[in-house]
């Protein structure tokens, strides 16, 4: 099965420039953890819930006057549509991340998250699998 059997493909997206409380609003609207974020029609970065807590919250910048451009990350892992979705959980797994941008030429075509992996029976087990890679992380000491 390829990811674009499974990846959610109406997906909304916001610019650099927007505010991280529209990020955060957005999020909560779509009830998602994530929104990619794109400048002239190409993916440039994510943001996720995680990053705003950590990068805003916690670390006592003003969410009023910060960018998603501020907080975004940029060293983006994806897939294309035609990967497999044995690959995209394998992914998951190794960079311990949730989510994945589908990309095509540099353009956002979707997004394929964990729980996308997991609808289909016959990927229970990767999706499981790479949730346990997730979870476990790395050793703290």
Do not use: F
Not at 5 to 29: E, F, I, N, R
Not at 112 to 134: F, P, R, T
């Amino acid at each position: 099965m390829k990811v674009r059997d499974v990846m959610t493909s109406s997906v909304d997206w916001v610019t650099p420039d927007t505010s991280v409380v529209g990020v955060a609003q957005l999020m909560k609207k779509n009830d998602v953890g994530s929104i990619p974020i794109c400048k002239a029609n190409e993916l440039v970065g994510i943001v996720t819930d995680r990053d705003i807590v950590l990068k805003v919250v916690a670390s006592g910048r003003d969410i009023n006057n910060t960018l998603a451009k501020d907080i975004m990350s940029t060293d983006l892992k994806s897939v294309t549509s035609n990967q497999d979705v044995h690959e995209a959980a394998d992914m998951m797994s190794k960079y311990q991340i949730r989510r994945l941008p589908v990309v095509e030429h540099g353009k956002l075509l979707g997004i394929v998250a964990i729980g996308d992996l997991a609808i289909e029976k016959i990927h229970i087990n990767e999706a499981g699998d790479a949730l346990s890679g997730i979870s476990q992380g790395p050793a703290h000491h």
